[in-house]
């Protein structure tokens, strides 16, 4: 089953009077949505009991989680520091996003730096091949982690990269983030065809099992010759990438991904436009 939500608590959230993420899943069931991303971009400082209080709403209203891990997490910078923090923050976020009752974390996986691209790409390959020990070791192997494509020609991420790098461990899967793969092709997601080729190309690398559950992420996002700018929402003309061609590609490969919404404040709307487009054009 496809399924839809936000990340985070979008503008007409707070707007409404809401404060507080344990009201997030009654809200996101009351759109018709059955998914949230609960955000941990700047550290997992959450207590323990509230993350049990979280994923009893969830639970009440049946809608999955994810988390997005903390930004700062770095594989690719070379000093071991570096790599010890990196490994701690992913397995802090992944103990609390397991108390919330997710299995989904998704990770930026770092920067190219002053490194070779090959020579980065190589350094955190190996750090994967330890995280993953590291996450057996902790009763973790049930989690997936969630690679993201990024939208930067600075960071690593493109697609080709974010595939390879899930070979690694079967806990390892892609988030393919639609508007950043847009912006390094520099507004060269059109067609139905152009999303099926990356899909396709991720079936043949991966396994069909792998990629049937991966994470997507959508928004329409402003991009330079550097790449990502900012993000939008449905409303802009100027920038794609456009949902419709993926939600036909998604049927076609008969793919079944956990889409979250990241437009700029408008993510819940945004969520309901794109599961009502997909459901209507599988009728």
Not at 84 to 103: A, V
Not at 207 to 224: E, L, T
Not at 255 to 277: H, N
């Amino acid at each position: 089953m496809v399924k839809f939500g936000p990340s985070g608590n979008c503008d007409a959230f707070y707007d409404s009077g809401l404060k507080s993420t344990l009201d997030a899943p009654k809200w996101v069931y009351d759109h018709g949505l059955n998914a949230y991303e609960y955000s941990f971009a700047r550290g997992a400082n959450v207590s323990d009991s509230h993350c049990t209080d979280l994923k009893a709403k969830f639970d009440k209203y049946n809608i999955e989680v994810s988390a997005h891990a903390p930004y700062y997490i770095n594989f690719g910078n070379p000093s071991s520091e570096s790599e010890e923090n990196s490994i701690n923050y992913i397995l802090t976020s992944l103990q609390k996003l397991k108390l919330i009752g997710g299995k989904r974390l998704v990770v930026h996986i770092g920067s190219q730096g002053k490194l070779e691209r090959g020579e980065v790409l190589q350094l955190i390959k190996d750090r994967l091949i330890r995280l993953h020990d590291l996450l057996v070791a902790n009763g973790l192997a049930d989690m997936l982690v969630c690679i993201e494509t990024m939208g930067k020609y600075s960071q690593i991420g493109s697609y080709q990269e974010i595939i390879d790098l899930c070979k690694i461990s079967p806990m390892y899967i892609p988030t393919f983030d639609f508007g950043h793969i847009n912006c390094i092709l520099q507004g060269g997601l059109k067609t139905k065809d152009d999303y099926i080729n990356i899909i396709n190309y991720a079936i043949k690398e991966l396994g069909f099992d792998k990629i049937q559950k991966c994470h997507i992420h959508f928004s329409k996002i402003q991009y330079s010759k550097k790449g990502e700018l900012k993000h939008l929402t449905f409303e802009d003309t100027e920038y794609g990438p456009e949902f419709l061609p993926l939600a036909e590609a998604i049927i076609e490969t008969k793919i079944q991904p956990f889409i979250i919404c990241e437009s700029r404040g408008t993510q819940t709307m945004d969520a309901v436009a794109m599961k009502d487009m997909f459901n209507s054009i599988m009728k």
